[in-house]
Structure formats: C-alpha cells, structure tokens
C-alpha cells in the first residue's frame, strides 16, 4: 500500500514557476513507477510525466516538454514536478500517482494509487 500527499501548488503568474512535491508512503516507493497527471475544470484528467523506479526513463506530454521536468528522490520517497514558463492554460489540480509495473506508463487506468492533488493557477 502506498499513500501519496502533494503539495506546493498556488497562484502563479504566467511564464512563473512552481515545484511540485509528492510525498509518499511505505518501503517499497522506490520500486513504483511516478507520474503526474492533471485535471482541469470541465476537462478529463490527463497525463503530465512520468519517471520510472530508477529515474532512468521518463516521459512528458507534448504540451509540458521542454518547459516541465519530473524527478524522483527514492531516499526521501518524494517525486518533483519542476513546471517552468507557466501558462494559463497548465491550470489545473495536479494528481501524482504510483505503478507498481516497470513500465513508463501513460495512462491513468494504469497506475494503482492516487492522491488527492494540488491546485495549479496561473494567471494571465
């Protein structure tokens, strides 16, 4: 069982920058797949990054690349969303999640646990 808390989302102008933290849970965080993905309002959630267990993979949406980073601190069971150049249209909540397969999955249905996101604002 993995419990997953985000953290660090606010109001931001755009073309700011925000990190992203999700803390989780339990011995066994460093074997799990991490993404990120988000919501927004009248939208179906979508996939943002992901990173494998070892952080020698990822993967980002065509919307983020080049502008958002995902990395992985297995000592502190903690994954990072560093989002640069911010637009308003990057609002949303965010929602981490966990995989316990080796694969660099990139949708939701995939992934085994949730939390239960952070809020995301950019103003324009």
């Known amino acids: 069982q993995v419990q997953l808390v985000e953290s660090g989302g606010e109001l931001v102008q755009a073309g700011g920058s925000l990190r992203l933290s999700c803390a989780a849970s339990?011995?066994?965080?460093?074997?799990?797949?991490m993404g990120w993905f988000r919501q927004a309002p009248g939208k179906e959630r979508e996939f943002v990054a992901v990173?494998?267990?070892?952080?020698?993979?990822?993967s980002y949406a065509d919307s983020v690349k080049g502008r958002f980073t995902i990395s992985r601190g297995n000592a502190k069971n903690t994954v990072y969303l560093q989002m640069n150049s911010l637009k308003p249209e990057d609002t949303a909540v965010y929602y981490c999640?966990?995989?316990?397969?080796?694969?660099?999955?990139?949708?939701?249905?995939?992934?085994?646990?949730w939390g239960q996101g952070t809020q995301v604002t950019v103003s324009s």
């Open positions: 999640a966990a995989d316990r397969s080796l694969s660099v999955a990139t949708t939701e249905y995939e992934y085994d646990y």
């Open positions: 339990g011995r066994t965080f460093r074997r799990y797949t």
């Open positions: 990173i494998s267990w070892n952080g020698d993979r990822t």
